[in-house]
Each structure stands twice: as C-alpha cells, then as structure tokens.
C-alpha cells in the first residue's frame, strides 16, 4: 500500500532557529516528491518539487532534500519566522501525469513562538 | 490573475440535506481535483476531471457522490442526503495539462453537517 509518513507530527520552535522535518515514502513507482505549506483554514501552497533525480532544492529558507534510495526526504527551515507557523505537507507521486492520484502524508505541524 | 476559487468557504447542511461545492480552476487550466481531507488526517484523493470528462473517480464514494466539470462553468461537487461523517474540509486543485507540475489548490470549502 502506498503511505507517506511524516515526523515529528508536532514541532515548537523558538523564532530564529532552524528546524528539519522528516517525511518516509513506500510510493511506487516514484515519479516526484513536493513539500507544501498549508496555513490553517487554506489550501495547500507548493514549496518544492523534486524529481527523483534532485537530490536537494532549495526556495528561500526551506530545502529540501531527496534520497531515493532510502525513500526519505526532509524539509530544513532556517532562522524560522513567525509566519512559518503552518502545517508542513509531504507528497508524492507516482507520475508527472495527472490521473496519478497524489498520496499525501497527514503533515508535521510546525509552531514558531517568540 | 485569480488562483484556484472555492465557494462556499463554509457550508452547514442538516442530515439528509444535499451540499453542492464549486470549483472554478485557474484561467486556463482544463484538469480538476478534488480532495477530501478529514480532521488530523491527509488530503485523500477523491476524483479527477477534465472538461466534460471525468478521468478518474476511484476514490470518491459509490453512493451519495458525483462530480461535473461543465463546459461552462465551474466544477461541482455533489453531495446528496449528507451523513455526519461527510464534514471534512473539501479541496479542489486544477492544472493546465495532464502534467500535474502546476498544480494549484483552492482554499477549500468546509463542509459541516449538524
């Protein structure tokens, strides 16, 4: 069965420090990986795709990186700001093609305090 | 340049009533979406269209369920005599192609049923 797991489910950080969340697929096949935001009461907001030849990528403060091999991915969020409070979402897919049904994970919610 | 518009952000139906949900994808996009996601659970998969055309709809239920992309029009998602356990938040995502890159998720419509 096709899963995607994330942790930790919850993260506090203090505003200022970094913070790297986790994500483990058993998708197959595997065609990308996309790390999206998603701020309460919203939709989904991409931050990065990566096929399975990307190991890293970046955008702004978060990147994200891919290790195919071992099925595992982990989104890193340097010197965190208020506005990074949100739950952070890791999907796969098993094709660049739309009717590839997208498995998300349940997210990691991440809280920035001052 | 609008993104993805779902109406009505918050939907109180009694059980038994029907809900009606309404997707109007980003200009240009033809490829529709929906997803379901229900409390501290991931966004599932529901159904997949094109204009006119439903391409996939594996993963929305047998009964009570069905979906439309019109020609003109926004996309619908119909929910007939609603059970308790159908309050979910309700997202829709539209594409330009079948290449599901571009992928654009609505704010979602909050479906409560009292």
């Known amino acids: 069965k096709n899963q995607v797991e994330q942790s930790p489910q919850s993260l506090i950080i203090l505003e200022g420090k970094n913070c790297t969340l986790q994500?483990?697929?058993?998708?197959?096949?595997?065609?990308?990986l996309r790390w999206y935001k998603q701020d309460t009461g919203r939709g989904p907001v991409s931050l990065t795709i990566?096929?399975?030849?990307?190991n890293t990528k970046s955008n702004g403060r978060y990147t994200a990186t891919l290790d195919a091999d071992t099925k595992q991915s982990s989104l890193h969020i340097t010197a965190s700001q208020l506005s990074d409070s949100a739950s952070y979402i890791c999907v796969v897919s098993p094709s660049n093609f739309g009717n590839e049904k997208l498995t998300f994970g349940t997210g990691t919610r991440l809280t920035i305090i001052p | 340049n609008a993104g993805v518009m779902q109406n009505p952000r918050h939907l109180v139906r009694r059980r038994g009533q029907e809900a009606r949900l309404r997707c109007s994808p980003m200009k240009g996009h033809s490829h529709v979406y929906w997803y379901r996601q229900l409390p501290e659970e991931g966004l599932k998969f529901m159904v997949y269209l094109q204009k006119e055309n439903i391409i996939d709809e594996s993963g929305m239920p047998k009964e009570r369920f069905s979906a439309e992309f019109p020609k003109e029009g926004p996309s619908i998602l119909r929910i007939q005599q609603v059970v308790r356990g159908d309050s979910a938040a309700y997202f829709c995502?539209?594409?330009?192609?079948?290449?599901?890159?571009?992928?654009?998720f609505g704010s979602g419509t909050r479906l409560t049923v009292v």
């Open positions: 995502a539209s594409s330009q192609s079948q290449e599901n890159y571009g992928y654009t």
């Open positions: 994500c483990n697929y058993t998708v197959s096949p595997f065609s990308n």
């Open positions: 990566m096929t399975f030849s990307e």
